[in-house]
């Protein structure tokens, strides 16, 4: 069950660059699946952070001073302001913040340097098959389809892409010896991954034959730290369907989602 989080403050974006007795890290970010991954980060390594929203609906993810950080305009990013650094890209982010705070998140290489590898790789696994799969799956159902671009050859295109993802990762989970993607504990990996799984009902992915992943999900979902996670900056449980939210619930979101993001195309020259 989620529950308020005792380790994150909310700040402005204003705020976020200047010295905190609360925490040396500020978290950028929105309520997506890439956005999730940094308070489900903290919470399970029992760090403090503060948090910034960037709000989509005004645009900041393209102001000049977000820029600054991630020229490519996405969330996350994270500020170190101790060390007076910047990491944009989740997976950067992770990693940097994992090996920051010497967490078993991501296992030493002097300690078991296979699972460190394993880690490492299905954690670029996630950002580069998983989370692109998925979420262009939403994409084209969720934002363009919704405002008038329907386009059934791309929608079935990354349908398919995320399932076969996810049947990789169902696989994983039966051959791992552990109730986790790398075994018998926490990882990156899951950290990563989750997000992105729990929400396979908003891409419209059917993993209902997936039972090794649904387990993992509902178990996920009942762990604390990554049910508190999901509340930061806000829940948006109509991502994760029934039972998570109701159908009024779902048909409020789809609309206002869809709101949020633009419906970039160029036709080929």
């Not at 880690?119 to 799969?133: D, E, I, N, R, Y």
């Not at 993802?165 to 696989?171: E, V």
Request: hydrophobic share 40%; net charge negative.
């Amino acid at each position: 069950m989620s529950q308020t989080s005792r380790l994150a403050r909310q700040v402005t974006l204003d705020e976020a660059w200047s010295s905190s007795a609360h925490s040396e890290i500020c978290c950028l970010i929105y309520a997506t699946q890439n956005g999730w991954k940094l308070p489900i980060l903290f919470e399970e390594m029992g760090v403090p952070y503060d948090w910034a929203l960037v709000d989509f609906e005004k645009g900041e993810q393209r102001s000049e001073r977000f820029l600054s950080i991630n020229p490519n305009g996405r969330i996350p990013a994270l500020i170190d302001r101790a060390r007076g650094v910047t990491v944009a890209e989740s997976g950067a982010i992770l990693e940097y913040s994992a090996a920051r705070f010497a967490s078993p998140l991501l296992p030493p290489a002097d300690e078991d340097l296979q699972l460190h590898l394993q880690t490492k790789q299905w954690l670029h696994w996630q950002v580069s098959a998983l989370g692109p799969s998925m979420g262009q799956a939403m994409y084209f159902q969720r934002i363009a389809k919704v405002r008038g671009h329907n386009d059934p050859f791309a929608i079935g295109r990354f349908i398919a892409e995320a399932e076969r993802c996810l049947h990789m990762l169902d696989d994983q989970l039966a051959s791992s010896g552990g109730p986790f993607v790398l075994g018998q504990r926490c990882t990156l990996v899951d950290v990563a991954c989750f997000p992105y799984c729990a929400s396979a009902y908003w891409a419209n992915v059917d993993i209902s034959e997936m039972s090794h992943l649904l387990a993992w999900i509902e178990m996920l979902h009942q762990r604390p730290s990554f049910s508190t996670g999901l509340t930061v900056p806000f829940s948006r449980p109509a991502f994760f369907g029934p039972p998570y939210a109701t159908p009024d619930e779902i048909e409020s979101e789809i609309a206002r989602n869809a709101g949020q993001f633009a419906v970039i195309s160029k036709s080929p020259s």
